[in-house]
């Protein structure tokens, strides 16, 4: 969500949603075969719960005060596994998120202008430890 709300932009009050804005753009990490599967699980069963409720609109699905508990723990369940794809540690706040994700992106728009970055840090903390 907080890719969203910082790429998308909104319309009127209503975020505004784009696939060559949001989803084309969203800076995916490096996952394995198995990483893989169980996001795509974890997704599927998120669809799932929300098939389980079909007298339910979306609005009334994601209602924070309303939303089925099962829908927001498969919700969970797939955020902390993305999360964690990203790195070990939990973020601390969606700022901290979405850092991470806008550094991500940066390396993957510019991977050259990325490399030199990290080699000149690796060379600066040789430098610093008296190597």
């Not at 907080?2 to 009127?12: A, D, N, Q, S, T």
């Not at 979306?58 to 005060?65: F, G, Q, R, T, V």
């Not at 099962?70 to 601390?92: E, G, N, Q, S, T």
Request: glycine residues 4%; proline residues 8%.
């Amino acid at each position: 969500m907080e890719w969203l709300r910082h790429v998308g932009g909104r319309l009127e009050s209503r975020y505004r949603y784009a696939n060559t804005l949001v989803y084309n753009t969203f800076p995916w990490p490096e996952t394995t075969p198995a990483q893989r599967a169980k996001i795509e699980a974890l997704a599927q069963a998120v669809l799932d719960d929300r098939a389980a409720y079909p007298t339910c609109s979306l609005a009334d699905l994601y209602d924070p005060d309303t939303m089925p508990p099962p829908l927001r723990k498969a919700h969970a369940a797939l955020d902390l596994a993305v999360d964690r794809l990203y790195r070990a540690a939990p973020f601390a706040s969606d700022r901290d998120r979405v850092e991470q994700l806008f550094g991500r992106y940066e390396a993957l728009v510019n991977p050259l202008e990325h490399e030199a970055i990290r080699q000149n840090r690796r060379v600066n903390r040789k430098r610093g430890s008296g190597m």
